[in-house]
């Protein structure tokens, strides 16, 4: 249900179902093009391991790192053997939830899966602000959101990303997102800035309205 097009994933698919989600680590780029949005696959399970990561439940190969064992992306030429392509186009809906939904627990059922947070923004200090980093450093960015109930998240995008450069929305509305948590830290993580439908007005701006005036006043 997600896409590597834009940059900001990288070497990750998310799949879900009606019980959750996982991550999967895959050791390639440009998955689009063989796992577009809303194909249906199969993974074969055996030979690949399960970790937690800073309670992020993650899938892919098992690896020592400095004597340690550790889990990295399946590899390019060995994709086919764990991943199935099935059909196409099929339907892709967010789940909609409330940010109270959304705990840091490694049960939960909506990290790694795709949500949707109603009537949120971004908070004043950040609405001047890029979606990433533009510098020659190439940070990932963390901005924060919030509801009009004043509960806030971060939202997190490479600086890799095609739209690290675009301002972000200054309105409020509907947020479409990938829900993953880092320790006790949850993060949304947009597929494209199409995710962010910013374009209500603010928290407690009230509508805009238009003077009225009469044609002696004129």
């Known amino acids: ?37 809303g194909r249906r696959v199969y993974v074969r399970c055996k030979g690949l391991t399960l970790t937690d990561n800073n309670n992020n439940m993650i899938l892919g190969v098992k690896t020592v790192v400095a004597g340690v064992p550790s889990v990295e992306g399946i590899p390019s030429a060995s994709v086919n053997n764990y991943i199935v392509g ?22 939960n059922r909506f990290i790694n899966a795709l949500i949707k947070l109603k009537d949120f923004e971004f908070i004043a200090a950040d609405t001047a602000k890029t979606y990433s980093d533009t510098s020659v450093y190439k940070s990932t960015v963390n901005l924060n959101i919030k509801g009009c109930s004043g509960s806030s998240v971060i939202v997190r995008s490479s600086a890799y990303a095609s739209f690290a450069a675009l301002k972000v929305p200054k309105g409020n509305g509907d947020i479409t997102s990938v829900y993953t948590v880092f320790g006790a830290t949850k993060q949304l993580i947009i597929r494209d800035t199409s995710d962010v439908q910013f374009v209500n007005d603010r928290c407690g701006s009230g509508p805009v309205t238009t003077p009225r005036l009469t044609i002696a006043q004129l």
């Open 1 to 37: 249900f997600r896409s590597d097009k834009s940059g900001n994933f990288y070497k990750q698919l998310f799949i879900q179902d009606t019980t959750g989600a996982i991550q999967l680590l895959v050791d390639a780029t440009s998955l689009y093009g063989t796992y577009p949005v």
């Open 86 to 107: 099935g059909s196409l186009n099929n339907p892709v809906e967010p789940i909609e939830v409330t940010l109270s939904d959304l705990n840091t627990n490694m049960q």
